[in-house]
């Protein structure tokens, strides 16, 4: 019984996560055979590529097992005097949305996730005092400990960032001023274009002193080596959410009596 429950588990997991798969393997045969696609090539493509995808996968998938942790310490933050989290129970959709989770949020989270390094590189700029060479941005040939501490952090930062104001998204949970009866959209804030746009400037920016083509092909073939995680992360977190509502609720500890007034306009 067990097995087969399992079985059902994966099957459905990569029928939600196909377009990562696709991705990554067309990836994989075109840095093995043909040309230097994502900054790696010949047959260490292989090992090279499943790697940075496990490894980004895992680190991306970590937060969102912090998302109870979270929600309880955010609902300290946001149910405030007149302010209490409230649940739109009627507009709760439960379906897997396709549009949302295999391209408006992977490109959010990238977008995101450019935007945190670019800033921190400029940052280091400020620091140094000197202008950070392209390699720094670019993935190095060897494995570097400081930089990979930089990328989980920055990864990391990002999943946990964006999987919370998606679960009050997806949860459809709302901002309540309890005194004037206004009710906000918390993600909206974060918006859906504005990391996407600044993410992708921010780094385009870094690359000033090649030619713009090079540019845009350098952050073309960092889109690429994001996609797949970032979508394994989309997925991970609809499942999550699916799964553990009731305890999600429960921390952020949405108003229950403010619901009632809600469900009876």
């Known amino acids: 019984m ?3 429950q399992m079985k059902n588990i994966l099957f459905k997991s990569f029928k939600l996560m196909w377009p990562a798969v696709v991705v990554l393997v067309l990836t994989l045969i075109i840095s093995a055979f043909f040309t230097r696609f994502v900054f790696v090539a010949g047959v260490e493509s292989f090992w090279k590529i499943l790697l940075r995808f496990f490894r980004l996968t895992i680190i991306l998938a970590l937060p969102i097992l912090f998302l109870p942790y979270v929600s309880s310490f955010m609902q300290y933050l946001l149910n405030r005097g007149n302010y209490r989290l409230i649940q739109i129970r009627g507009e709760r959709n439960h379906e897997f949305n396709r549009w949302n989770s295999w391209l408006i949020r992977p490109l959010q989270c990238i977008g995101l996730a450019m935007l945190i390094a670019a800033k921190f590189i400029t940052v280091l700029q400020i620091y140094t005092g000197g202008a950070i060479a392209t390699a720094m941005v670019l993935p190095p ?7 990979f501490l930089s990328i989980t952090a920055i990864a990391m930062i990002t999943s946990l960032l964006l999987s919370f104001f998606w679960t009050l998204d997806d949860l459809e949970i709302r901002y309540s001023n309890r005194k004037t009866g206004e009710v906000r959209m918390i993600g909206k804030y974060i918006g859906i274009m504005l990391p996407i746009i600044f993410g992708f400037y921010g780094i385009f920016s870094l690359f000033e002193s090649h030619e713009r083509l090079l540019a845009v092909q350098y952050i073309f073939q ?13 997925v991970l977190h609809f499942l999550y959410i699916e799964k553990h509502e009731p305890i999600l609720l429960g921390k952020l500890k949405t108003d ?3 619901l009632l007034m809600n469900n009876h306009k």
Not at 141 to 147: K, L
Not at 224 to 230: I, Q
């Open 141 to 147: 040939p060897h494995f570097s400990p400081g930089r």
């Open 256 to 258: 229950a009596q403010f």
């Open 2 to 4: 067990a097995a087969y």
């Open 222 to 234: 960092m889109i690429v080596v994001l996609y797949p995680p970032f979508i394994v992360m989309t």
